[in-house]
């Protein structure tokens, strides 16, 4: 077998003998690829070491955030089931006020509750279901309560226009209905209600409304007439005087004018006329407080 060697010479710094070592080929090749094997393994565990060391890091933080997204599902679960108590106790009240309004009309399969949460079939938002039917739930409780308003707005203005309390202070002489006229004693009918009461004494308006007129008129003398809309009017005779003219806007229990004796009277007193479409109606009905 042919052995081949090298010499490998060492030189050293200070003055000295020269130092040969003769390696054969064999052996070096060897020392060189332990070497390089060496080399290799060592590279590669090292890889193996900074790789389960940035994949055990990668691991904690997706562990973190898995966790961060079970908290926050925990707490938008939470959020969800609270939004949905509280639409529930809204669309209770909805209901409880329709009935108090007098709309029979809402919807009641758009206001029924939901079930509790469940996953649907996108895994990337497995309440969006119950969030779609919160939302369209929301809409709808919007549109009954925009209507509800408007309900509410119109009854109150309808009782703002009601008449409702006595126009003056005094003592009910005499009623509605059938009665003797005070001058010829011919039956005949009274169309409204007389209320005694001193020359001067402040005379109110019953409801919200709009006056007429404010004139002399034969029989009423000093009379004021009053539209207070939804098909309500009323009259007060006999006035010594007024507060107001055709055309004044006035509110329940403003002075419209004063207690006199003008006109067809036999003594001081307040000639109260209630009217519904211009038909005479019984003004005691429409008195909801005393005289006195």
Known sequence: MDK?????????????????????HRLLISLV???????????????????????????????KENRELQTANEQFSKSVESLRGQLHTVEDRTRKLAIIAGI????????????????????????????????????????????????????????????????????LTDGFGGRSDPFTGEQGTHSAIDISSAV???????????????EWANGY?????????????TRYGHLSGYAVK????????????YVGTTGRSTGPHLH????LNNNPVNPLEYILNAFQ
């Not at 000093?222 to 939804?230: A, F, K, R, T």
């Not at 055709?246 to 004018?257: C, E, M």
């Open 33 to 63: 690829s332990l070497l390089t094997s060496s080399l290799c393994l060592s590279t590669f565990f090292s890889v193996q070491y900074f790789t389960a060391i940035s994949q055990t890091h990668e691991l904690n933080k997706l562990q």
């Open 104 to 171: 029979t009309t809402l919807d009641e399969t758009a206001q029924g509750g939901v079930g509790g949460l469940r996953p649907s079939e996108d895994n990337s938002n497995p309440y969006r279901d119950d969030v779609d039917k919160m939302n369209f739930r929301s809409h709808r409780l919007e549109s009954d309560l925009s209507v509800l308003e408007q309900k509410f707005v119109a009854q109150s203005q309808l009782l703002s226009s009601t008449p409702s309390i006595a126009p003056v202070r005094g003592i």
């Open 4 to 24: 081949r060697y090298s010499t490998i010479i060492f030189v050293p710094h200070a003055r000295a003998k020269f130092r040969k070592l003769k390696v054969s």
């Open 200 to 214: 001067g004494q402040a005379v109110r308006a019953p409801a919200d409304g709009l006056v007429v007129k404010a």
């Open 272 to 275: 109260y006329e209630v009217r």
């Open 246 to 257: 055709a055309g004044d806007h006035v509110k329940r229990g403003d002075v419209i004018g």
């Open 221 to 233: 003398g000093n009379v004021i007439y009053i539209s207070h809309g939804y098909g309500f009017s």
